[in-house]
């Protein structure tokens, strides 16, 4: 059987015209397929002329995601187009919550690059769209969402009197995808920060920037501590780092002159 081939989108995808939808295999229409049994369904679709497999986390949840894993392990992956979707949930009582929250669908696409245990998907989107989130606001980071590097930094010089994780945020997002402040880098210096950052190219770090308060600029040296290639979801999976600190309090303020 062949099949033909369609563009989908503006960004040069190219997928074959006939699809196969991945959830019967072990979710919701049956009793689920065996995985020796389902990944001989997928790799005779893929001889069939099929190169779209599309999936979605809410499907089991989370297995379906890993049982195309594991197919897509015995078929050439540059030939292979995997779609998943994020959006979609199950609460302790069984019903449908939907969440189009920017941070939500970061934390889902490394959930699903780990279960699909890849380093890309070709196609991500929501499943569901959430009407209370502005469609501008989820997909903003879009362009950094599948990153292919984690990296600690350690931004030494950021002074302690704009110590703000607001503002180290958008200082980092001119380079790569913030994730969290780790912490400073000791007790005493709360000048030196460390920072976990999603990255699509390490070449893209700096070794120096600056932060702008008040009109101005206070340089900032870059230095990278750590980096690791590939998927990361649990917070174990980065390299380790000092524990977390608190910031000083502010010292006092002078009494005024008499």
């Not at 992956?77 to 970061?106: H, M, W």
């Not at 893209?204 to 009109?215: D, E, N, T, Y």
Request: glycine share 6%; proline share 8%; charged share 20%.
């Amino acid at each position: 059987m062949a099949t033909s081939r369609v563009k989908l989108g503006s960004q040069g995808l190219e997928v074959s015209k006939l699809g196969f939808g991945c959830m019967g295999l072990s979710y919701a229409y049956n009793s689920p397929v065996s995985d020796d049994d389902s990944i001989s369904i997928i790799k005779h679709a893929f001889d069939s002329g099929i190169t779209f497999f599309v999936t979605s986390d809410v499907y089991g949840p989370h297995t379906n995601e890993i049982l195309v894993g594991k197919a897509l392990k015995h078929l050439p992956r540059e030939k292979v187009q995997e779609a998943t979707k994020f959006g979609n949930s199950r609460n302790a009582a069984g019903n449908l919550v939907i969440c189009g929250k920017p941070d939500y669908a970061r934390v889902c696409c490394e959930a699903s690059l780990k279960r699909l245990e890849v380093e890309y998907i070709d196609l991500y989107y929501q499943h569901r769209i959430d009407t209370t989130i502005p469609i501008e606001e989820t997909t903003h980071n879009a362009n950094v969402i599948v990153p292919r590097f984690k990296v600690l930094l350690d931004l030494v010089g950021v002074p302690v009197h704009i110590w703000d994780e607001k503002k180290i945020a958008r200082m980092v997002s001119k380079f790569g995808l913030f994730l969290v402040t780790i912490a400073p880098e000791h007790a005493t210096n709360f000048m030196a920060v460390r920072v976990a950052v999603a990255m699509d190219d390490l070449a893209k770090i700096p070794l120096s920037m600056g932060i702008v308060v008040g009109g101005l600029e206070h340089p900032v040296r870059i230095r990278t501590i750590a980096w690791k290639k590939g998927a990361i979801y649990e917070v174990a999976d980065f390299p380790k780092a000092p524990p977390r600190l608190h910031r000083p309090p502010s010292p006092p303020s002078p009494p005024p002159s008499e």
